[in-house]
């Protein structure tokens, strides 16, 4: 059982961090949509507060998260929304060049979208798991670690 919103605000652990795992957009809205994978998602986010993972994200992640949500749900749902995603327990990665630079290199080298190319070169970045449910990404196999989420219902890969 998903338990979106509101079951990560208890303190982290002390386990040493074992691995990074950097999240898509897809896995943001496949969290909060309560989408096929939001069990993986939230494991991963138990696992983030019980200090066995270090969690992680693109700053770009929260601009489409909230275009999406606005476009769906409306102004009201879209803040809301943010402020939960805000309140898990990730590090924002934000932009500086060299990231800018990864970020073309990957966009040029691969069909992947202008925003997914940021989100791949933060996993690049970090040598991190990049947890998606976006085909694009398959693009990147070999380049990143990628986990890949269940489609939507009625969605094939």
């Not at 990560?8 to 652990?13: N, S």
């Not at 606005?70 to 995603?85: C, M, P, T, Y």
């Not at 080298?109 to 398959?138: C, G, I, Q």
Request: net charge negative; with cysteine; proline share 5%.
């Amino acid at each position: 059982m998903v338990c979106w919103p509101n079951c990560w605000r208890i303190g982290p652990g002390s386990a040493p961090v074992a691995e990074i795992v950097v999240f898509d957009t897809s896995a943001f809205l496949t969290l909060t949509g309560e989408e096929p994978g939001a069990d993986t998602v939230q494991e991963f986010i138990t696992d983030a507060l019980a200090g066995e993972i270090d969690l992680r994200a693109s700053f770009v992640s929260l601009t489409e998260v909230e275009y999406i949500t606005r476009q769906a749900k409306g102004e009201e749902v879209a803040r809301q929304r943010l402020a939960d995603i805000k309140a898990l327990p990730i590090q924002w990665l934000h932009s500086d060049e060299t990231l800018c630079g990864e970020a073309a290199k990957l966009k040029a080298a691969h069909k992947v979208s202008f925003a997914d190319a940021f989100v791949a070169a933060t996993a690049k970045r970090l040598d991190a798991t990049l947890v998606h449910k976006d085909p694009e990404f398959n693009a990147l196999a070999g380049v990143i670690k990628l986990h890949g989420l269940p489609p939507k219902a009625g969605k094939a890969k």
